[in-house]
């Protein structure tokens, strides 16, 4: 006998008993080494960072990272994948710099490198727990004993082989270059962590400023503009826009569109220079046109200064070679013609500060313009401004008062729209120019390009769309950082030449000579490493680390190799390895953990390092907005899983929108999909346990009884499921697969085990309720198969159930089972249609009963069908039973059209059939119906009693004599449905379970006993 099934199921029970299976018995382990000669399918973990505990959007990529890899286990692969855990970078030096109240880089310095380096480390130990707890708990098979972490000794030594394989390619540089800049965190971004942060409709000021030209410049300007302006002493300006007044102390230049229009605007008391096709956009009262100039006969005049630097204590350089300027008596600016001036918005005429914004610092590196950096790397204004001191964005309506009350602000508002923030502390980012490290990734763009395209991306479009589009705009890697926790940059300098030297690791570094503070097994982070000197071979002098750290973004695309400590170890490993199979992550990766391994990939090894990439959307509320502590709309993943089960919240996930769409998350609908799907199969099965373990049932592998046409026909459908779910699985499109299951699990419940109800109930174990038994058997195993590595636990119980405990030769767990494989001979598509067609009518029928406001126990006379055709007429015949049994009518009748108003006829209609129920009842019609309800109504007393449904009964009624009659007349009828032995009329005993009924307005006794 197989064991009881009780139909009340506790999901979140079970799961734990199922881990409990696996561990005791290192399913997983047995899972990969039974394979270990098979081919390999291989998988890359993309590593969580360990700043925090996980949440209910972590499920869903473990999710779909762990599908594939059980879906290719069982389809006879052999797939070992190994966790990892990101565990450098500024997500945790944040959760640190929080834990200890420190606000700035000065405040670590002063607390100690070496201890917040260690406080950064124990972090990371401390959630990396909970997460090997979640990973376990929701059934992600993945190797978290041996995980590659990327703060150990190794992997760092990996990543600095890959820097000085870079270096020895010139491939690696450091320069002067605009960067994202987080004033908070003190540190560059990359321009992937920059797509990170970007948030729309932020409101900036928008300013209009005049910037008086010189009266020198105007003198020796194009006749056009000399004889427009004239020279009575009336001042003319040029008129600039910005979202950014905080930058205006930086301007050292303006540029104009050579090819472009430029009007000459004359006011009362001034003139204002602007592009034409913009005046009637900006608006200018009270000034009219006096000239139209192109935009090159504004190049080479010179304008005053906003702010002269030399008056606030700041420097001023000289670019391209950054050597500092003496003041002049009078220190003038240029007007530079650029390709980069849009017409599009703002005056034509932009502002340029050199030392904020790429623009702007590539012109000054061309046309050789002045350099004045007033801000700080904590984004404060330095210098003696009345401003100064301010974090820039809090400088914003100083400036604009300032420059208000001198007489150069024309106009002052506000506008909305994007701006970069930082992605981990939300501070705004600054477009600041300094110096740091680079890979140029430029020089390998057409091989990142090509690479691309042979990845099979799902979906398709992010190949040319999001991830393509940011392949054809790359830009350099800034990959150094200015912090603490991270893989130190490999690169030594001397302070006396100059000399730089790129280490490739440990043993290159203690082979340097002069080499002092390198130890055996030293601690390969800040400071420690910090420590480590050796001689210049070019001056002799002692050389030291540049104290920069690498971008954590450039330790998570390492991980192709680092994991394996390639090449210093493994190296036939990383080769069997390379490239993997499979990689997953949400969609924003694509400019993220995507982008540095395929960069580093093909830059490395000249071709990318995956096959087939899986981008996820990500999970926001039921109300679509992203979840936040502030909004109050976190779900925490721990209470949901233990109230509902892993597999609830999997199947959930799965089917509620393709993987790559935004996930609502909803624990109402969860609950809906539980109980509309995962218990409908779990209600099927206790079905099937009930009635086998009654009727002694065996699953034999021999040929099995003749099937009944409603058998055929769900094999029929199984194997078709197989087929279509083995095909979308190939695809990677899981969510269409969960959805095929679950269609198929409606009919194989509200279709074949309802229409066969009677073939299991019946006390005769004839061939007909053998077949039934081995075809809903068939089933189960099947789609347990099937739902094995969608959601893993729930199929192990039935499996464990259904097959290990009568067959002790099967594997001992559904992850060691083969994927069910379709027999294409068992499919009849015709069959298939036929029953199609079938069940749309009997649905129509049910839907003409509904709207007639008959139940369905009520026999009727007549259902009458309107089809489309003769093969369809022949079709339905051939199954009719199937419908007049499920619409409970004693014959059914072809006709050519049936309206809505026919009389004594209730009809439902969809757009090609109609289906109508012959309304009007006879005596017998009727008296067939309350024995019908008095079947129903035993069966619920049979249940009150406590009886099992294989009790034999004997029942006791006492009532009016026209319900005596029903009785008589459907004796047969009443103690085969219930399995009563006598139906007698007399008052119930007192050992018996009484229930008064009112049946068709009159009172009946009733009492029900175990028979004796």
């Not at 099995?704 to 055929?712: Q, Y």
């Amino acid at each position: 006998m197989f064991k009881g099934v009780d139909s009340k199921a506790k999901f979140p029970d079970i799961e734990t008993q199922v881990l409990r299976f696996w561990k005791e018995n290192s399913i997983f382990e047995k899972s990969v080494e039974s394979r270990r000669e098979r081919p390999l399918y291989s998988f890359n973990d993309g590593p969580p960072t360990a700043n925090g505990s996980p949440g209910i959007h972590h499920i869903l990529s473990r999710l779909f990272k762990d599908i594939p890899c059980r879906y290719k286990t069982m389809r006879g692969f052999c797939v070992p994948r190994k966790a990892g855990w990101d565990t450098h970078g500024l997500p945790v030096e944040l959760e640190v710099e929080n834990s200890l109240g420190l606000k700035s880089k000065k405040q670590i310095e002063e607390y100690g490198v070496a201890e917040f380096n260690q406080r950064c480390r124990e972090s990371v130990g401390k959630y990396i727990g909970q997460w090997e707890a979640m990973v376990e708990r929701i059934g992600h098979w993945i190797d978290m004993k041996d995980p590659y972490v990327t703060l150990a000794n190794d992997y760092i030594e990996s990543g600095w082989w890959a820097i000085n394989r870079l270096w020895e390619q010139g491939l690696v540089y450091r320069g002067y270059r605009t960067t994202p800049h987080c004033p908070r965190c003190g540190t560059s971004l990359s321009s992937h962590e920059v797509a990170l942060g970007y948030e729309d409709d932020i409101e900036d000021p928008s300013v209009h400023i005049k910037f008086r030209i010189t009266q020198e410049t105007l003198q020796s300007a194009a006749p056009a503009l000399r004889e427009a302006i004239g020279l009575d002493g009336k001042r003319a300006y040029l008129l600039a826009w910005t979202t950014t007044p905080w930058t205006l102390p930086g301007n050292t230049a303006l540029a104009v569109s050579p090819e472009a229009d430029y009007a000459v605007m004359q006011g009362e008391e001034d003139f204002l220079i602007m592009a034409a096709a913009l005046v009637e956009t900006v608006g200018l009262p009270g000034y009219r046109p006096v000239a139209t100039v192109p935009g090159s006969v504004l190049a080479g005049l010179r304008y005053e200064p906003l702010y002269n630097p030399h008056e606030f204590g700041v420097p001023r350089f000289g670019m391209p070679v950054f050597e500092a300027q003496p003041r002049p008596d009078v220190l003038t600016y240029p007007v530079i013609g650029a390709d980069f001036v849009s017409l599009d918005d703002g005056t034509g005429i932009v502002h340029v500060a050199p030392s904020f914004g790429e623009a702007d610092f590539e012109a000054g590196m061309r046309e050789s313009l002045d350099f004045v950096q007033q801000v700080d790397l904590e984004g404060k204004v330095i210098g003696s401004y009345s401003f100064a001191g301010k974090f820039v964005k809090d400088a914003d309506p100083d400036v604009t008062a300032d420059l208000n009350e001198r007489g150069l602000l024309f106009r002052s508002g506000t506008i909305r729209h994007t701006y970069p923030f930082c992605w981990r502390c939300g501070t705004p980012l600054l477009y600041y120019v300094k110096r740091s490290w680079y890979i140029k990734t430029t020089a390998k763009k057409d091989r990142l390009v090509s690479g691309n395209l042979e990845v099979n991306w799902y979906p398709d479009y992010i190949k040319r769309g999001r991830f393509g589009d940011w392949l054809e705009h790359n830009v350099d890697w800034a990959f150094s950082r200015e912090r603490y926790w991270g893989t130190p940059l490999p690169v030594w300098e001397c302070p006396d030449c100059g000399q730089f030297e790129c280490v490739g690791g440990r043993a290159d570094l203690a082979s340097k000579p002069g080499v002092t503070g390198y130890v055996e097994n030293m601690e390969l982070h800040r400071p420690y490493v910090d420590d480590v000197t050796f001689s210049c071979g070019r001056c002799g002098a002692r050389m030291r680390r540049a104290p920069e750290v690498i971008d954590c973004w450039f330790d998570s695309g390492a991980m192709t190799w680092a994991q394996w400590h390639y090449p210093f170890e493994k190296e036939d490993v990383f080769k069997q390895m390379f490239p993997v199979d499979f990689v997953c992550e949400a969609i924003d990766q694509t400019r993220g953990w995507f982008y540095s391994l395929h960069a580093l990939s093909t830059m490395l090894f000249d071709g990318p390092c995956f096959k087939n990439v899986l981008c996820l959307g990500h999970i926001v509320d039921a109300n679509g907005e992203k979840m936040s502590k502030s909004k109050g709309n976190m779900i925490d993943p721990w209470a949901v899983v233990n109230e509902y089960g892993a597999d609830a919240v999997r199947w959930y996930m799965l089917s509620s929108a393709p993987s790559e769409n935004t996930h609502r998350f909803s624990v109402q609908v969860l609950g809906e999909t539980m109980r509309r799907h995962l218990l409908t199969l779990w209600n099927t099965y206790s079905f099937f346990v009930l009635y086998a373990n009654i009727d002694g049932f065996v699953p034999v592998k021999k040929e099995a009884p003749r099937l009944s046409e409603l058998d055929r026909w769900v094999v029929s459908e199984l194997n078709q499921l197989v087929l279509d779910v083995t095909k979308v699985m190939d695809g990677y499109n899981f969510t269409q697969a969960i959805r095929l299951i679950e269609q198929f699990i409606d009919g194989l419940s509200n279709w074949y085990v309802r229409r066969s109800r009677r073939r299991f109930w019946k006390s005769e174990s004839d061939d007909d309720k053998l077949a039934a038994h081995t075809t809903l058997y068939r089933c189960l195993v099947t789609l347990a198969g099937l739902l094995a590595p969608l959601a893993p636990f729930i199929p192990e119980e039935i499996y464990q159930n259904l097959v290990r405990s009568v067959d002790g030769d099967a594997p001992e767990s559904v992850h060691l089972t083969d994927y069910p494989v379709a027999d294409k001979n068992e499919i009849d598509e015709v069959l298939n249609r036929n029953m199609e067609l079938v069940m749309s009518l009997a649905s129509l029928g049910r839907a003409a009963r509904a709207k007639a406001g008959i139940k369905v126990r009520q026999p009727l006379a007549m259902a009458r069908i309107c089809v489309s055709n003769d093969a369809e007429k022949d079709a339905v015949a051939a199954l009719g039973e199937h419908i007049r049994e499920e619409l409970n009518v004693k014959d059914i009748e072809f006709v050519e059209g049936l309206a809505d108003d026919e009389q004594e006829c209730a009809v439902a209609s969809d757009e090609r059939y109609s289906v109508g129920v012959v309304t009007a009842l006879s005596d017998e019609l009727i008296a067939e119906g309350l024995a019908r309800e008095i079947v129903r109504r035993l069966q619920t007393i049979r249940r009150s009693a406590g009886l099992e449904i294989s009790d034999h009964i004997a029942v006791f009624y006492f009532g009016d004599d026209a319900l005596h009659d029903v009785f008589v007349s459907f004796a047969d009828y009443i103690r085969q449905e219930t399995l009563s032995v006598d139906l007698t009329r007399t008052q119930p005993p007192e050992d018996a379970c009484v229930q008064t009924l009112r049946l068709a307005g009159k009172e009946l006794l009733v009492g029900v006993k175990r028979a004796a």
